[in-house]
């Protein structure tokens, strides 16, 4: 992926409603170091926050099916999620579904580039 592809992945993590606003500030850093001296150490931290957040399959499937779940999405919306995230699992998902988390997975995969 080219570094205009890369950023524009890295926007859509930033934007989605369930990305940790730690992480889009680190996003944003890179973003803004992107061709200067610092853009590698940005790279860096914002990889390391993109590892501690992008949330493997069975994570969402716990956190929906929790009570914690149910507060966050709501009764209905947990037992959407949960549905989802088992059929994706299903389907050989190894990710959140989120927007964030595929996302994040896009870059993570993409970590050499980032680092180039």
Known sequence: MTKEELKAVATKV???SSCY??????IVAWQKAIGTSGEKAAAEKMLA???ECVTPIDGLIAFAGSP???QVFGKEGAAS???????AKANGEDTCICPACQN??????????LLG
């Open 81 to 87: 999620t949960l549905k989802a995230a088992q059929d």
């Open 68 to 70: 914690t779940g149910e």
């Open 104 to 113: 994040g997975k896009i870059l993570l995969a993409h970590e050499k580039e």
């Open 49 to 51: 926050g993109l590892k």
């Open 14 to 16: 930033a934007e989605a």
């Open 21 to 26: 606003a730690g992480l889009k500030d680190l």
